[in-house]
């Protein structure tokens, strides 16, 4: 879908009188749906308050004894609130009438802001391969041993080494050509000519049969027959692109969290911490935490039968299924637990510093912070509960004090 800066100038002005996104569909000749994804692409979000009133998201900021001098994500009661009118069409503040009033973060469509974020993105989708220098060194460690000096194809280096190399055949053809790599045309055994394509995939998947019997429909119907089947969410929190990434391992029945850092956003890196789990836990206490697990579309999730066996004994030790594309909701709890890791490590920042040890504090302070959900308990006190303190003391989680509960940038910081 192609909008026109016009386009874009309609969309705004419509919005502005809060008229309906089928409304707005009808006078630019687009499907709502595209109009619902333009609006949701490139809105800006804006911390203003209203009329004579500071901004503040604080969920007790009304009832608050020290809301005059309130600090924000430093005060250790703090919970953000979120407009929940945001979860719906228009999905912005543009038209609405209580906005002079609200003190809490708002988003608004702005047309040019809309149209040069369009063409930036345009720009770069043309420009070629995005790939920084810490990825193709990476990829030059596993590549250059095999391909330039023992003489193997691309081929065999990529499928044996499938849960290292998260790029297709053509991808890594790709950047040999635009000289990229240490691996030269000259080295390959047999150069193969690929075909341009149309659109090349963005995911490679490691199996491109690993949603079968994994859906999230498979895991609905799971969940009606085995309703007190206990659920753990996994997915993956980025630092700078290309660089470490962490882990989360998110244990629903008590909104407990386990984080791990990685070197590489691979799916080896997963299989290596659920067996480094099993190690730790013991196969008894491993396959009663992880019953069932489920995660997103991510290209590192796509060889869910290392994970779901042991490799020694191929006995059956989990079982994985698959949220819908682009539906984060359906592992809504996990994403709330990661709106507290963004508060000690916000997006963009790098992880490149941090070790286990590093993630392990985190954690510590994340998971003894209480909830109101659980009655006012915190994660880390129904965790041992459940699973027992020799377990959480394997895990190296531990209690931090209510008062000394650190969730700002600082945590980390002055480690």
Known sequence: MHLTKDDRQTIENELNHNHSLKQ???????????????IRNHYITKNTGGYGRPFNHCLYRSTC???????????IKFEKEKCPKLNHPPYVCNGCSKKHLCTLSKRYYDANYAHDEYLSVLQESRSGVVIDKKEINYLNSILTPLIKNRKQSIH?????????IMYSESKIYKLIDLGLLEVRNIDLPRK?????RVKQSKVYKIDKNCLENRTYEDFLKYMEENPD??????????GLKGGKVLLTIH???CSFMLAFIRDHNTAQSVIDIFNFLQDLLGIDKFKEMFVLILT????????????????????KRTQIFYCHPSSPNEKGSCEVNHELIRRILPKGTSFESLNQNDINLMMSHINSYKRKKLNNVSPITLFETIYGKDTLDKLQIQEIESNLINLSTTLLKNR
């Open 251 to 253: 244990f629903v029945n």
């Open 192 to 196: 193969v000519r690929f075909r341009n």
């Open 229 to 238: 089947t206990p659920i753990v969410e996994m997915d993956t929190v980025e």
């Open 65 to 75: 004894p020290v809301r005059k001098n309130c600090q924000l994500q430093h005060c």
């Open 156 to 164: 065999h280096a990529i499928i044996n080494n499938k849960n290292l």
């Open 296 to 315: 997103d579309n991510g290209p590192e999730f796509s060889n869910p039968v290392e994970i779901e066996f042991d490799n020694d004994t191929g006995e």
């Open 24 to 38: 707005i569909a009808s006078l630019v000749n687009k499907h709502p749906s595209s109009i619902s994804r333009e």
